[in-house]
């Protein structure tokens, strides 16, 4: 099975997905580990995209096509994969659409981690991170004994700046921008799935793969 994975920062999509794709035995991509691994190998499009990142510059879509599609040919995604953090933008979605069509095949569906923006908030500005061992610890879900102080190290926790309210409302509101139109998209072409993202991680795990068994995944 052949699938997209979409939701707004703090659905759980980095943890869904590893479930998702172990339940399929199918390998779950995402650009960050495309780009780590190109990076570090040195090949030609790790170098190029190496070449922007260094500038502070964004990685031109061209480029990071290129590694997926390598990425893709590779045998163990033969079968299938799960895709996560790409496409992000519908041109994205345009060209991996025809990516795929080059390989002889086609999306099979679009999972979609459906969360309000108040709960979002809720999960990404919670977490506080130890200074020490650099576990993320939060506030309401996975508190510590002693507030402020790691329970594993016993060093301080602090709030990274992408975990402050402020933060996450900029990125929702670029998540609206630039990737909801995905949900459209996908839409239109009979390949989107909602999954309501909200409650305990096994919760919303049954519910995708429940929704999964419903398309033949």
């Known amino acids: 099975m052949r699938l997209v994975l979409v939701g707004p920062p703090g659905a759980g999509k980095g943890t869904q997905a590893e479930f998702i794709a172990a339940h399929l035995s199918v390998p779950k991509i995402s650009t960050g580990d495309i780009f780590r691994a190109n990076v570090s190998q040195g ?75 108040d709960e979002v908030i809720r999960r990404l500005s919670g977490r506080r991170t130890c200074r020490g061992c650099g576990k993320i610890w939060h506030v309401e879900f996975d508190a510590t004994t002693r507030e402020g102080v790691c329970d594993r190290c016993g060093a301080e926790l602090f709030q990274r700046d992408d975990d402050k309210p402020e933060t996450i ?39 995708a793969i429940d929704a999964l068994r419903s398309y033949g995944g």
Not at 78 to 84: K, Q
Not at 108 to 116: A, H, K, P
Not at 184 to 193: E, F, H, I, R
Request: charged content about 30%; aromatic content about 6%; cysteine-free.
């Open 43 to 117: 090949t030609p499009l790790g170098v190029e995209a190496k070449r922007y990142m260094d500038a502070g510059k964004l990685v031109p879509d061209e480029v990071t096509i290129n590694m997926v599609r390598d990425r893709l040919a590779e045998p163990d995604a033969g079968e299938g994969f799960l895709l996560d953090g790409f496409p992000r933008t519908t041109p994205q979605a345009a060209a991996l659409d025809k990516l795929l069509a080059d390989l002889g095949t086609a999306l099979d569906l679009v999972l979609e981690l459906v969360v309000d923006d």
């Open 169 to 207: 409302a900029a990125r929702l509101r670029e998540y609206a921008e630039k990737t909801a139109p995905l949900v459209d998209y996908y839409g239109a072409q009979g390949k989107l799935v909602g999954i309501d993202a909200t409650g305990p991680v096994e919760d919303v795990t049954v519910r």
